[in-house]
């Protein structure tokens, strides 16, 4: 069974870090593509960061350029996503999801809706 879970979520105060961590299960990430998303209260869920197959390509959204930085060590089966300069605004759950690509493509995807596979999210809260 086709599962990923989030971890590393937690209460930190503006300025500081956190590294979520995103563990698949029941299949090997190395076909796949990953996301990772955020959800506010009240609003939509936004793409966060991505990161191809290999890991060869990232992509980020504006709002997280320069703090945030996506890897992945497709050994451990494993996803991250380093998050520095933490701001209130980064408040959120937090949920990685996956995106069978095969071995050969080698893109990024940013749309909630192209991913197949989601985790049940971590919360991070940013505040002083």
């Known amino acids: 069974q ?3 879970v989030e971890s590393g ?3 930190v105060q503006p300025g500081g870090s ?5 563990t698949a299960s029941g299949f090997t990430l190395d076909y796949y593509a990953v996301g990772w998303f955020r959800q506010a209260p009240g609003k939509e869920r936004e793409g ?3 990161i191809s197959n290999s890991g060869g390509s990232t992509k980020y959204a504006d709002s ?3 703090r945030f930085t996506i890897s992945r060590d497709n050994a451990k089966n494993m996803v991250y996503l380093q998050m520095n300069s933490l701001k209130p605004e980064d408040t959120g759950v937090y949920y990685c999801a996956a995106k069978w690509v095969g071995a050969y493509y080698a893109g990024t995807f940013f749309a909630a809706s192209q991913f197949g596979s989601w985790g049940q999210g971590t919360q991070v809260t940013v505040s002083s």
């Not at 956190?18 to 995103?22: D, E």
């Open 9 to 11: 979520g937690g209460l």
């Open 48 to 50: 966060v960061s991505s």
């Open 18 to 22: 956190l590294r979520l961590s995103c």
């Open 64 to 66: 997280v350029k320069g």
């Open 2 to 4: 086709l599962q990923l």
